[in-house]
T-cell receptor, first 114, second 111 residues
Framework: DGGITQSPKYLFRKEGQNVTLSCEQN?????MYWYRQDPGQGLRLIYY???????QKGDIAEGYSVSREKKESFPLTVTSAQKNPTAFYLC?????????????FGPGTRLTVL | KQEVTQIPAALSVPEGENLVLNCSFT??????LQWFRQDPGKGLTSLLL?????REQTSGRLNASLDKSSGRSTLYIAASQPGDSATYLC??????????FGRGTSLIVHP
């Protein structure tokens, strides 16, 4: 069963805690992305990776960190430095770096800070 | 910096109506434009991708057009159905190969 898995579906965090959101893919895609979506807003790019062991900051990287040690996995850590982390987080993949390929999205993780 | 605007922000129509969703972008130097669908609490699903050299793409009851010079795209949905109710997002991609998304149009099709 091919696709993108994000876990957990819902996540609750106390202020001051770091939490890690999982994104796994078995599509053999090179590129992976993390987006944040707030109500009534478009998607904002947090980090992206076009190859293993390399990643780039997006528009809103502050307070977040990522790693890309395996092609299949691109976990996102929301640190205590992120002042307003409550949002819907979407992971996406793409076969190549862009231009002619579409992005495929996971089902998302909803993070709530208590 | 590329900016993408979608109008209207929300739309409610009766079943069977033909409708048009609009997307405009400020920088016409794009490689492609995509339309996505998002159901509540779910991820995005790609509907249509138009390359910069193309003028339109069709899939079933959906037709998307692209006018690069004017910075506009439209998504035409024919004979709308309640199952079409969702948020539709437009994304444009330029030289960075990173898509810029609009805020979406929330569509409700009522029986």
């Amino acid at each position: 069963d091919g696709g993108i898995t994000q876990s957990p579906k819902y996540l609750f965090r106390k202020e001051g805690q770091n939490v890690t959101l999982s994104c796994e893919q078995n599509l053999n895609h090179d590129a992976m992305y993390w987006y944040r979506q707030d109500p009534g807003q478009g998607l904002r790019l947090i980090y992206y990776s076009q190859i293993v062991n390399d990643f780039q900051k997006g528009d809103i990287a502050e307070g977040y960190s990522v790693s890309r040690e395996k092609k299949e996995s691109f976990p996102l850590t929301v640190t205590s430095a992120q002042k307003n982390p409550t949002a819907f987080y979407l992971c996406a993949t793409r076969r190549g770096k862009g231009g002619t390929d579409t992005q495929y999205f996971g089902p998302g993780t909803r993070l709530t800070v208590l | 910096k590329q900016e993408v605007t979608q109008i209207p922000a929300a739309l409610s129509v009766p079943e069977g109506e033909n409708l048009v969703l609009n997307c405009s972008f400020t920088d016409s130097a794009i490689y492609n434009l995509q339309w996505f669908r998002q159901d509540p609490g779910k991820g995005l699903t790609s509907l249509l991708l138009i390359q910069s050299s193309q003028r339109e793409q069709t899939s079933g009851r959906l037709n998307a057009s692209l006018d690069k010079s004017s910075g506009r795209s439209t998504l035409y949905i024919a004979a709308s159905q309640p199952g079409d109710s969702a948020t539709y997002l437009c994304a444009v991609e330029g030289g960075s190969y990173i898509p810029t998304f609009g805020r979406g149009t929330s569509l409700i099709v009522h029986p």
